[in-house]
């Protein structure tokens, strides 16, 4: 065996760990975003509604998409195939945790009548009161939640 070949045995087997280790780490890691007891995310609400019809809106089981680790439902297939195509563009921020309560440390679930879109993005808040309290301060909150998000992604929703 030449050195060349042990270099490529060697790095193919510490690939081979890494991505154990990863799919490991991603196995105990709580699902990506907000669901309900059954999987589904924004309580059933379609995503794409909210920048299409500028309200939320019920989605269907029967138009439905499975994405991080969640169960996406939409009132359309027209819906449904825009989200397919470009999901970031439609879910909501913070896993579609309350984005002020991810702003203050912690996370939240979310009502999907309170919501915003900022700047393209749709951000989701506990209930309207927290909401109000949202609008106080929008870039702010935003800027201290972009900050504690990777912090606040690993805890668990109390």
Same mark, same amino acid.
């Given at each position: 065996?030449?050195?060349?070949?042990? /270099?490529?045995?060697?790095?193919?087997?510490?690939?081979?760990?890494?991505?154990?280790?990863?799919?490991?780490?991603?196995?105990?890691?709580?699902?990506?975003?907000?669901?309900?007891?059954?999987?589904?995310?924004?309580?059933?609400?379609?995503?794409?509604?909210?920048?299409?019809?500028?309200?939320?809106?019920?989605?269907?089981?029967?138009?439905?998409?499975?994405?991080?680790?969640?169960?996406?439902?939409?009132?359309?297939?027209?819906?449904?195939?825009?989200?397919?195509?470009?999901?970031?563009?439609?879910?909501?921020?913070?896993?579609?945790?309350?984005?002020?309560?991810?702003?203050?440390?912690?996370?939240?679930?979310?009502?999907?009548?309170?919501? /915003?879109?900022?700047?393209?993005?749709?951000?989701?808040?506990?209930?309207?009161?927290?909401?109000?309290?949202?609008?106080?301060?929008?870039?702010?909150?935003?800027?201290?939640?972009?900050?504690?998000?990777?912090?606040?992604?690993?805890?668990?929703?109390?």
């Amino acid at each position: 065996m030449t050195s060349e070949t042990t /270099s490529e045995t060697t790095s193919e087997t510490t690939s081979e760990t890494t991505t154990e280790t990863t799919l490991a780490a991603e196995a105990d890691r709580p699902p990506a975003y907000f669901t309900t007891p059954a999987g589904v995310a924004i309580d059933g609400t379609d995503a794409v509604a909210y920048f299409t019809e500028g309200k939320p809106r019920a989605g269907s089981p029967e138009f439905s998409y499975d994405w991080q680790g969640a169960t996406w439902q939409f009132s359309s297939a027209d819906h449904r195939d825009r989200f397919q195509a470009n999901p970031e563009a439609y879910a909501p921020q913070y896993g579609g945790y309350c984005a002020w309560a991810v702003s203050q440390g912690y996370k939240a679930p979310t009502d999907p009548t309170a919501w /915003s879109i900022v700047e393209g993005k749709l951000y989701l808040n506990y209930d309207r009161r927290i909401q109000q309290r949202w609008e106080k301060d929008i870039p702010g909150f935003i800027a201290l939640a972009n900050d504690l998000w990777t912090q606040v992604m690993e805890m668990e929703v109390p």
